[in-house]
C-alpha cells in the first residue's frame, strides 16, 4: 500500500551495528506496528504505538527498540544487530472504527540480512 | 507452538481451477479471523475479515469460510488467475482489554500457472 512507505527496502548491515528502520504513513491513523517476516513462521509483533506517547512491546521486542517522532513517523532501531535479526521487516498502521474489526495496513517490507 | 496453523504449506493448480486452504487455530478468546493475500515482495493485503458469529465471507473470488466451534477456516478460490499466485495468511484476532492483538499463520504459499 503506497499510503505505507518503509524505508530502507533492502539493507545489508555487519554484526554489532547499529541500523534503523523507517516507516512513513500519510493515512491518518494513529496505531502503528512493526512485524517481522521469517520463513516458515508468521509474522510476529515487535512493538507497537497507540499514538505518539505510546510504545508496547510485542512479543519479541528484545533487541529491538522504537521511536515514534510523529503520528505519521515509526522508527524501530536495532541497537547491536546480530545474525538472527536477518528477517524481513513490516510497518503496519490502523485506525480502528467503533464495533468493527480493524484493518491494519501493511508497507512494503524492508529486507534485512545480518552478516 | 504457532497458535494458527495453515495447510497446506504450499500448492500448485491450473489456471482456472479452484482451490481451498485451511486454517485451524487455537487462539482464546477469539474475537475475528481474516485471511490476507501476500504477494512476492509486498506487504500483506487484507481480503476478508470474520467475527466469530459470521459463517461465509465473500470478496470476489475469494469466499472464505468459518467455524468457530471447530476453529477451522477455509479459503476457496474460485476459477483461479496468475495474479493469484501469493501467500495467503491466517490471521486470528484475540480479544485483550485493549486492542485485538492479531497471532499469524505462516501461510500457503499458492504458484498457479498457466
Known amino acids: 500500500d503506497a499510503d505505507v512507505t518503509q524505508t530502507p527496502r533492502n539493507r545489508i548491515t555487519k554484526t554489532g551495528k547499529r541500523i534503523m528502520l523507517e516507516c512513513s504513513q500519510t493515512?491518518?491513523?494513529?496505531?502503528m506496528y512493526w512485524y517481522r517476516q521469517d520463513p516458515g513462521l508468521g509474522l510476529r509483533l515487535i512493538y507497537y504505538?497507540?499514538?505518539?506517547?505510546?510504545?508496547n512491546k510485542g512479543e519479541i521486542s528484545d533487541g529491538y527498540s522504537v521511536s515514534r517522532q510523529a503520528q505519521a513517523k515509526f522508527s524501530l532501531s536495532l541497537e547491536s544487530a546480530i545474525p538472527n535479526q536477518t528477517a524481513l521487516y513490516f510497518c503496519?498502521?490502523?485506525?480502528?472504527?467503533?464495533?468493527?474489526?480493524?484493518?491494519?495496513?501493511f508497507g512494503p517490507g524492508t529486507r534485512l540480512l545480518v552478516l | 507452538k504457532n497458535q494458527v496453523e495453515q495447510s497446506p504449506q504450499s500448492l500448485i493448480i491450473l489456471e482456472g481451477k479452484n482451490c481451498t486452504l485451511q486454517?485451524?487455530?487455537?487462539?482464546?478468546?477469539?474475537?475475528?479471523l481474516r485471511w490476507y493475500k501476500q504477494d512476492t515482495g509486498r506487504g500483506p493485503v487484507s481480503l476478508t475479515i470474520?467475527?466469530?458469529?459470521?459463517n461465509t465471507k465473500s470478496n470476489g473470488r475469494y469466499t472464505a469460510t468459518l467455524d468457530a466451534d471447530t476453529k477451522q477456516s477455509s479459503l476457496h478460490i474460485t476459477a483461479s488467475q496468475l495474479s493469484d499466485s501469493a501467500s495467503y495468511i491466517c490471521?486470528?484476532?484475540?480479544?485483550?482489554?485493549?486492542?485485538?492483538?492479531?497471532?499469524f499463520g505462516a501461510g500457503t504459499q499458492v504458484v498457479v500457472t498457466p
Open positions: 470474520m467475527t466469530f458469529s459470521e
Open positions: 503496519a498502521t490502523s485506525d480502528p472504527p467503533l464495533g468493527v474489526p480493524e484493518t491494519q495496513y
Open positions: 504505538s497507540f499514538d505518539v506517547k505510546d510504545i
Open positions: 493515512k491518518g491513523h494513529d496505531r
Open positions: 490471521v486470528v484476532s484475540v480479544t485483550t482489554d485493549s486492542w485485538g492483538k492479531l497471532q
Open positions: 486454517c485451524n487455530y487455537t487462539v482464546s478468546p477469539f474475537s475475528n
